[in-house]
């Protein structure tokens, strides 16, 4: 699956690196994807072959982590379900991580389907996951 991604990648001409995550089978990062030009992995989970995720993170402004920080677990708890609630209603998973000190929203898209996984399916979802991220950001603005 990596051959193909990596191929469809340079076909459309974008830049992209190699990660490592010991998690997956393979992760690729997309500098400038989608039509908001947002960074992009795509991976395949070692836990589940055979399907593609496709994703993104937002990093949470330093005086948002601070705020979310002064939280207790309980106002941390209706925090991540206000933001998980909104993520539904793009038909985005989403997952809460901290990495590199960074409090980050992750919105990710999952190609499942034999079918779905092709040149134009991976494009697809990465103009939907860099739309995803905008809308995430600018809920996390409005609403935090």
């Known amino acids: 699956m990596r ?3 990596e191929r469809w990648l340079i076909h459309e001409g974008l830049k992209f690196e190699e990660t490592k995550n010991p ?22 989970p070692k836990a589940q072959q055979g399907i593609l995720v496709i994703g993104s993170k937002i990093n949470m402004k330093n005086n948002q982590i601070s705020r979310y920080l002064g ?3 309980e ?3 209706k925090f991540e379900k206000k933001v998980a ?9 989403n997952k809460n991580t901290t990495e590199d000190g960074k409090r980050k929203i992750g919105v990710y898209v999952v190609l499942d389907k034999e079918e779905s996984i092709n040149q134009q399916g991976l494009f697809d979802a990465m103009d939907r996951v860099s739309e995803m991220h905008e809308k995430t950001a600018r809920f996390l603005l409005k609403t935090f």
């Open 75 to 77: 106002e941390k708890t």
């Open 85 to 93: 609630d909104y993520c539904y209603t793009l038909q985005a998973i």
């Open 23 to 44: 998690d997956n089978v393979f992760q690729i990062l997309v500098k400038h994807a989608g039509p908001a030009g947002v960074p992009v992995e795509i991976f395949e």
């Open 3 to 5: 051959d193909n991604v």
């Open 71 to 73: 939280f207790s677990e």
